[in-house]
Nanobody, 116 residues
């Protein structure tokens, strides 16, 4: 099992930045990949960015060039640096991990609101 705890969400104005953190614990050596997803009101949950155990990253087109996913193995933490935030980035952001067994675990989510 893996436990995930997200933090770093909040209310910001358009154009500002936030950094989300996802601290993970448990069977960390079984982690195949980690990712950030988001769900806006009335919409389906969507992929934002992923990073594999080998460091390969993948981004949704809507965040390319603005968001950066990274991982600090020493701190067992995955980050999502979000720059140039826009109102359409408003959502609950979830951290997800996929193990080598292909089992997935989700965090509880953190709210990001972009509004003037």
């Amino acid at each position: 099992q893996v436990q995930l705890v997200e933090s770093g969400g909040g209310l910001v104005q358009p154009g500002e930045s936030l950094r989300l953190s996802c601290a993970y614990s448990g069977s960390v050596f079984s982690i195949l990949a980690m990712g950030w997803y988001r769900q806006a009101p009335g919409k389906q949950r969507e992929l934002v960015a992923t990073i594999t155990s080998g460091g390969t990253t993948n981004y949704a087109d809507s965040v390319k060039g603005r968001f950066t996913i990274s991982r600090d193995n020493a701190k067992n933490t995955v980050y999502l640096q979000m720059n140039s935030l826009q109102p359409e980035d408003t959502a609950v952001y979830y951290c997800k991990t996929t193990l080598t067994s292909r089992r997935n675990y989700w965090g509880q989510g953190t709210q990001v609101t972009v509004s003037s």
